[in-house]
């Protein structure tokens, strides 16, 4: 799986609440609706800037606070292909594998808002098309490649009946 996109380069502890703000959690089961408030907390024009394809990367702790899982449906129905971040919380890191969300753990700190990636999953490669940098990623596991190739655990389970190890 190779993906390609513009950077949104975000900083550490971005919580849930940050991701989607609670106060729309509960108003719609909607994803491309609450895509809209995607990062609003943070930038408001968040919404318009993201295209189909494009990266959120932020530093440690990605994705702490609740284990809601609206989070990474908003961020997947923004078009967001993966999110790369130093480390990421736990729950966070399954409930976005689960939902077929790419999550990539690497050094993000050579990566800017603007720069056009390529993340190859596989080979476990970042590299900045712009700067002509490259970074390691900590590889997935091949049950969790397997489950974001058929777009997350759900339909992995109607594929397959079970875990294929």
């Known amino acids: 799986m190779i993906l390609k996109g513009r950077a949104h380069v975000f900083g550490d502890d971005i919580n849930t609440d940050y991701i989607i703000s609670g106060k729309y959690k509960f108003k719609t089961l909607d994803m491309k609706e609450l895509a809209l408030h995607l990062m609003e907390d943070i930038d408001p024009d968040f919404h318009k800037k993201v295209r189909p394809g494009d990266f959120i990367v932020a530093g440690r702790n990605f994705g702490c606070g609740s284990s809601r899982e609206q989070a ?94």
Do not use: H, W
């Open 72 to 165: 990474p449906l908003v961020i997947k129905a923004a078009g967001i292909s993966a999110v790369l971040a130093a480390s990421f919380a736990r729950i966070f890191f399954r409930n976005a594998i689960n939902k077929g969300l790419p999550v990539v753990e690497c050094d993000t700190s050579a990566i800017r808002t603007g720069d056009e990636l390529e993340v190859d999953l596989e080979r476990g490669l970042v590299r900045n098309l712009t700067t002509g940098g490259q970074v390691e990623m900590k590889p997935l596991p091949g049950v969790m490649m397997d489950i974001l190739k058929e777009g997350g655990l759900t339909e992995y389970l109607r594929k397959y009946g079970e875990f294929r190890l």
